[in-house]
T-cell receptor
Framework: QKEVEQNSGPLSVPEGAIASLNCTYS??????FFWYRQYSGKSPELIMF????GDKEDGRFTAQLNKASQYVSLLIRDSQPSDSATYLC???????????FGAGTRLFVKA | NAGVTQTPKFQVLKTGQSMTLQCAQD?????MYWYRQDPGMGLRLIYY???????DKGEVPNGYNVSRLNKREFSLRLESAAPSQTSVYFC??????????????FGDGTRLSIL
């Protein structure tokens, strides 16, 4: 079992729809959770981070964390073609310096 | 404001050659990291430096060495390159002065091919 698992996709949604990206992790001691966006040929850039159970909203993005289910998700409202990218889920293990990345989910927003 | 700067951006090596990838950050961050990214495998941590003067192994350290030259610079060295080390290498930094689990800022990457 991978430590951080994501559906590789591609996830295809129409412009204006809600895109839902999911991630599960195996280490119950994980404390910090990050979502990065990576355009093809570019470096990852931080979208959201979340430390506590529940929802955290930032503009069109909402991160959701459920530690009991070891599940973290990213919702993108009013999806735009410019949101088409690979989204990487990352989990920090036990508050240390090691962050484990999932393989990423490719999102395609159709105009 | 450059952020994290990696050099070179592209490199082709022959098997057995050595090379050092350079990374510098201007954000006064304590911690720096080296990752490799291969198709379908996400980012894998090679080495990290929690603070100036310290380095530790990540998930895939074999075949690599690192040097934290000062607070700004963290280099990655391949002593004897192998085709399996063909990858895109990313350097990252984070501000961990208060707590360790901070978001990371990435450089543009080095695309390395080993023939």
């Amino acid at each position: 079992q991978k430590e951080v698992e994501q559906n590789s996709g591609p996830l295809s949604v129409p412009e204006g729809a809600i895109a839902s990206l999911n991630c599960t992790y195996s280490d119950r001691g994980s404390q910090s959770f990050f979502w990065y966006r990576q355009y093809s040929g570019k470096s990852p850039e931080l979208i959201m981070f979340i430390y506590s159970n529940g929802d955290k909203e930032d503009g069109r993005f909402t991160a959701q964390l459920n530690k009991a289910s070891q599940y973290v998700s990213l919702l993108i409202r009013d999806s735009q073609p410019s949101d088409s990218a690979t989204y990487l889920c990352a989990v920090n293990k036990g508050g240390g310096f090691k962050t484990i990345f999932g393989a990423g989910t490719r999102l395609f927003v159709k105009a | 404001n450059a952020g994290v700067t990696q050099t070179p951006k592209f490199q082709v090596l022959k098997t057995g050659q050595s090379m050092t990838l350079q990374c510098a950050q201007d954000m006064n961050h304590n911690s720096m990291y080296w990752y490799r990214q291969d198709p379908g495998m996400g980012l894998r941590l090679i080495y990290y430096s929690a603070s100036e003067g310290t380095t530790d192994k990540g998930e895939v350290p074999n075949g690599y060495n690192v040097s934290r030259l000062n607070k700004r610079e963290f280099s990655l060295r391949l002593e004897s390159a192998a085709p399996s080390q063909t990858s895109v290498y990313f350097c990252a930094s984070s501000d961990t002065a208060v707590i360790s689990n901070q978001p990371q800022h990435f450089g543009d990457g080095t695309r390395l091919s080993i023939l």
